[in-house]
């Protein structure tokens, strides 16, 4: 399948940020994207619990609540994707034998919510303190059966049959490298 760049057919919706919302977090943020919102929250350092304990650095702990319920094995694996993004940009060597949480709330999904997810993970750690080598953010994209590509797509694009979906995180912490990451979500 040729994959065009002209075949675009959506642009990013518009994004909105909110730091220190809450009083009992060492760090917060709201983020949306569209209609899409979640509250992320950051603590830490903090004690770790002994069979979660590492020697030698902190360990980071991602849990991501949904609207209602306990989470289930969807939220799981965005709990790890979630983590995999941020813990590489997160100097966690600083903090030996200690904790850093993140806890994402969602208020609501629309549509790219991963992404959403990862951004306000960071922005908490920024408010939160957390000693950091960069930033990190996301962005999510879909790739039709046509050969069209949606760019932060609404719960509506998601549901039309995909060849692939995939998150696009890109941090940087020098001026020499780049650490990009495609992460495929689904496929057809």
């Known amino acids: 399948m040729d994959v065009n760049i002209s075949n675009i057919l959506s642009e990013l919706r518009s994004t909105r940020c909110e730091q220190c919302l809450l009083n009992k977090s060492d760090g917060s943020a709201s983020f949306s994207q569209g209609d899409t919102q979640v509250i992320?929250?950051?603590?830490?350092?903090?004690?770790?619990?002994?069979?979660?304990?590492?020697?030698?650095?902190?360990?980071?702990?991602?849990?991501?609540?949904?609207?209602?319920?306990?989470?289930?094995?969807?939220?799981?694996?965005?709990?790890?994707?979630?983590?995999?993004?941020?813990?590489?940009?997160?100097?966690?060597?600083?903090?030996?034998?200690?904790?850093?949480?993140?806890?994402?709330?969602?208020?609501?999904?629309?549509?790219?919510?991963?992404?959403c997810a990862i951004n306000a993970a960071c922005m908490a750690m920024v408010d939160g303190g957390f000693p950091m080598k960069c930033l990190v953010c996301a962005v999510t994209c879909c790739l039709t059966e046509f050969g069209e590509i949606h760019l932060d797509p609404t719960l509506e694009q998601e549901k039309v049959p995909i060849k692939a979906s995939g998150l696009y995180k890109k941090s940087k912490h020098n001026h020499n490298s780049n650490y990009i990451c495609i992460c495929t979500i689904a496929s057809c």
């Open 40 to 115: 992320a929250a950051a603590y830490g350092p903090a004690e770790v619990r002994l069979s979660r304990e590492i020697i030698d650095k902190a360990t980071l702990e991602v849990v991501l609540r949904p609207k209602v319920g306990v989470p289930g094995c969807a939220e799981k694996l965005k709990e790890q994707v979630i983590r995999n993004s941020c813990e590489p940009v997160v100097l966690i060597m600083q903090h030996p034998r200690s904790s850093l949480m993140i806890v994402i709330q969602l208020i609501q999904d629309c549509g790219s919510l991963l992404s």
